[in-house]
């Protein structure tokens, strides 16, 4: 049963270009959230996807977008490319079900903006 | 602002001791809490929960106490194995988003 996986798993991009993330989640899982973490914080949360509608947004700017496709995997597009969007995204999956819920986390995509 | 705050950036236990990680949260709104491991190059690795409605939850070696009236919640690892050196995230959750902190390092001693 393969868990969340992410692609590509390191980028390197120049300021002002656009990048595309890929995730695939866990099988069975519906739901898809997206988080940012630099180095030495914590994730932070970027958006949410379920039903291919984005249900929750984070504190992030209309550079960063997404896409939820009919199987479940997920896009992230980031616009504009600004030296401190360097960092680690994470892609996790869940399976809603109205309640809590634990969400499992791929590897990771490293964007390196120069 | 930081909702969740893990105030100690690193631990150092010794192999088979208790490692006692802890987590302050400022939302009196979260109702769902959450550990994570990560190890350096993967994602972090969901280890147990608790919600708001309990104040314990045991997973094997891992249990989770939480004290709503503090804002504070405590991962216990007994016995702590080397294998259990790696940063530890606590998260907290008032609907879809987690809130992560700023993690713990955990280093286990033979």
């Known amino acids: 049963d393969a868990g969340v996986t992410q692609s590509p798993t390191h980028l390197i991009k120049t300021r002002g270009q656009q990048v595309t993330l890929r995730c695939s989640p866990k099988s069975g899982h519906d739901t898809v959230s997206w988080y940012q973490q630099a180095l030495g914080q914590g994730p932070q949360f970027i958006f949410q996807?379920?039903?291919?509608?984005?249900?929750q947004r984070g504190n992030f700017p209309d550079r960063f977008s997404g896409h939820q496709f009919p199987n479940y995997s997920s896009e992230l597009n980031v616009n504009a490319l600004l030296l401190g969007d360097s960092a680690l995204y994470l892609c996790?999956?869940?399976?809603?079900?109205?309640?809590?819920?634990?969400?499992?986390f791929g590897p990771g995509t490293r964007l390196t903006v120069l | 602002d930081q909702q969740v705050k893990q105030n100690s950036p690193s631990l150092s236990v010794q192999e088979g001791r208790i490692s006692i990680l802890n987590c302050d949260y400022t939302?009196?709104?979260?109702?769902?809490f959450l550990w994570y491991k990560k190890y350096p190059a993967e994602g972090p690795t969901f280890l147990i929960s608790i919600s708001s409605i309990k104040d314990k939850n045991e997973d094997g070696r891992f249990t989770v106490f939480l004290n709503k009236s503090a804002k504070h919640l405590s991962l216990h690892i007994v016995p702590s194995q080397p294998g259990d050196s790696a940063v530890y995230f606590c998260a907290a959750s008032a609907g879809y988003a987690l809130n992560f902190g700023k993690g713990t390092s955990l280093l286990v001693t033979p």
């Open positions: 996807y379920y039903e291919e509608e984005e249900r």
């Open positions: 996790a999956s869940s399976l809603w079900r109205g309640e809590y819920n634990e969400q499992f």
């Open positions: 939302n009196s709104m979260f109702d769902y």
